[in-house]
């Protein structure tokens, strides 16, 4: 195997460029490391690869950039539909033949749209390998569009879109997005509405398609029981005959609107939704780790976020609440859930409040400013629990730009944060006022903004308590 | 960050998808270890040295259906109180331990069983088995944190169930399909009675059914069997004996002798759908082979877009959006056979029915193609081999399959069992399990616009 320090090499043989041996699992040392090996194709077709040949299966994830943040203006749900409609039939293969060939071979492929990157998974066992990349390109390079298999696809999403019209989860969230980003991509729902599908037509689908699945856009990470070398052989084949460059169209950076507005969406459920977000800190930025800390304090993953604590634990007011960093490749934000009973609704929100604000003025104690440190470095590794999960996150430290050696360097970049800095982050973060989105029948909520009512039921009274400060 | 994220009902498919599974018979496959402490816990390891990693879980042999009828939603409240700290451990510092080491944990529940687990490194179980051993036999509780404990699963509940038209139905559907059966309760209880549920109910309850000899500990990961039974001695080992474990004799299903159908109408359904359970077998009361061949029915009449279902209603008669079949053969009594249809518009619920009795039909008349038969199980069986790249999924397998009444050898030859399925299997049990006398048909509907109330 030839070992070279340059990330890209073109050749005419398999050239596996072998830049970095990681160890993954430093939360317990002495113990083996699993090694990630940057492949490039003869083709220069770059992966990360992890080869483990314990268990005879390999696990590939890819994405591509361009989704939903291409979707035509007044025409969202392109991205998610062709998407959808890639396994669904693809060469000389139609839906039904392609899905039966798949699950005789037991090979398992699919993809998804997000905001920003087209996704793809595929997992198959070592003995069925050729075939699965083989289905793979087919559904990249050939996907077939028949108009059965468009129409089915577009009832299925009506269908889903159809019950999102009155689910309190997704009401809250799409007005998030819709006020947060007006005429901004972002603003658009991933999945399209009952108003664009029915508009979406082949013509869009395969225009999507060839704009996107290019060669330039692509970040691929492979797992499991296959070696550089024909790992190299195989990208090739499988992403060698798309074209070179996507021809994106270009996407604004935006900042999230209507801070500081809280708009209530009436519908007769006992339980309201409630989403609350602003600003984050963008993934390049100097002061990310720092506001990572600072949200895991907030809301992050944990039984000992504050969040956790105030509003479930202490209170009992709700089942689940946590918050997050998003970053996408035009925003960054802090965005939160929960969700409480009706009569506590302004009571839930009001303390969500105080408790970004608290700890925007304050910063976190020493105490847990050091446990999240710890949470934070162990969890990553702990969380790589499946070849595809794996996978995944080898796929998003490359769209990260984080490097090879990302996991190796990244305890230190945790503990290279100061008490200082996450206090100063906490206000730079926290600081800047919340967009509120409330679906049900709230009590104790006065909205800056009557939303509209998704249901047919007559719309409940205006909440009685005093709107809380902003 | 839904902690302790009960898994529920939903835990019963997932483990009837996982039966569809797991097994070791398979090249690769981890050697599994299984052994018994003196004072009656099981043991089971599942070795998985690809990273420095255990999942350390511990089963209770007591789910819903073990609660003592007008107390439904106990063993769950119990379960939520699990977290709120012991004499030597008080208030949550498990899980600040867990926490601080960046662990991952929860706890679910189901109608046969109650699951605690986390996943932390390798150097870090021993610890993890101190804390849950002491939390076996120690939980301390005050009104203070048992009070707002109840607020949350009443929110759990909101959020599952209230909330959520298609769940509601659904427990309607198990309370009318289980004419005596505690199945027929939801596993978070009723809202009333869950109301009602108090500290000295949830330690009576956690005295009866919490002890070594009801319990099974998994561990899965980077360990071997000989250093988990050192550990599981030094800290479970410890616990005595409880006297009496009462048989898990529940009330059990008269002869049905009538379909049943259940209509919920709600103004938030904007998409109908018609489903239906019936009463069959799972794999601790089917008679040898039977659950295996009910495993490959639902495969073959409903997963995925090859299924029968979805093959005649989806993709030729174009009348519906979606459709499909599950079993849940992970139970310790008789279990559900799910189908479910989504209509497109412009087609009746009851066109809809008719097609799918039409699928069913036909199936129970002319049986179903080699090439279905061998598809399905080939595809059943990789299933088996993929869930060894998944330690929580292994140890989640073989602790429900355990907790359920099934032995390791059993989880162990799964495959081999599905291999033995033949097409004539597949009709019998068609034939003889989807009989509509035994089942309840749910329908999910619009309601109309409510009167205008004016105040």
Redesign the interface.
Known sequence: MNVHASPRRTGTRAVTALVAGIG??L??P???A?TIERVVSPGGIEAWLVH?S????I?LEFAARGSADQDPPGKPGVANMAASLLDEGAGPFD??AF??RL????IELSFRSGRDYLRGTL?T?KDNRDEAFDYLRLALTEPRFDD?AVE?TR??I???L??D??S?NDIASRTWWATGFPGHPYGQPVNGTIDSLPSITVDDLKSYTRRVLARDGLKIAVVGDIDAETTGMLLDRTFGALPAKAKLTPVAYAVPQGLGRRIVTE?????SVVNFGGPGIPRRDPDFMAAYIVNHIL???????RL?REV???????????GSLIWLDYASLLLGST???ADATGQTIDLVQQQIRKLGEEGPTEEEFV?AK???????????????RIASQLVQMQLDNLGIDYIERRPALIDAVTLDDAKRVAKRLLDSGLLITVVGRPGGVSPTQGGVAA????AA?PGQAPASHE | MLKPLTILAALAVAASALAGAVATAIAGAPQITHFTLSNGLEVVVIPDHRAPVVTHMLWYKVGSADETAGKSGLAHFLEHLMFKGTDKNPSGRFSQVVATIGGQENAFTSADYTGYFQRVPRDKLKQMMEFEADRMTGLALTDDVVRPELNVVLEEQNMRVANNPAARLGEQMDAALYLNHPYGRPVIGWRHEIEQLDREGALEFYRRFYAPNNAILVVAGDVTADEVRTLAEETYGKIPRFGEIKPRLRPQEPVQQAARTVTLADPRVTQPNVSRYYLVPSSSTARPGESEALDVLAHILGRGANSRLYQKLVEDKNIAVNAGASYDGTAVDNTRFGIYGTPKPGTSLPQLEQAIDAVIADLVENGVTAEELERSKSRMIADAIYANDNQRMMAQWYGASLATGATVDEVRTWPDRVRLVTAEAVQDAARRWLDKQRSVTGYLIKAGRPEEKRS
């Open positions: 993954l699992w939360a317990a002495a113990a083996q699993m483990d314990a268990l005879p299966l696990a839906a039904a899905h039966g699950e005789r071979k037991a997992r066992l059965a089915r009832a299925q009506m269908s889903r159809q019950r019209t009155v309190p519908l007769d459920v006992p339980q809301g992050g993953g944990s039984f000992s976020s956790y479930r634990e202490k209170r009992g007011l709700a089942y689940g609440i946590s969700a409480t009973r446990k710890t949470y934070l470095k162990g969890s990553f590794a702990l969380g790589l629990d499946t070849s595809n249901s047919p039921s007559p009274k």
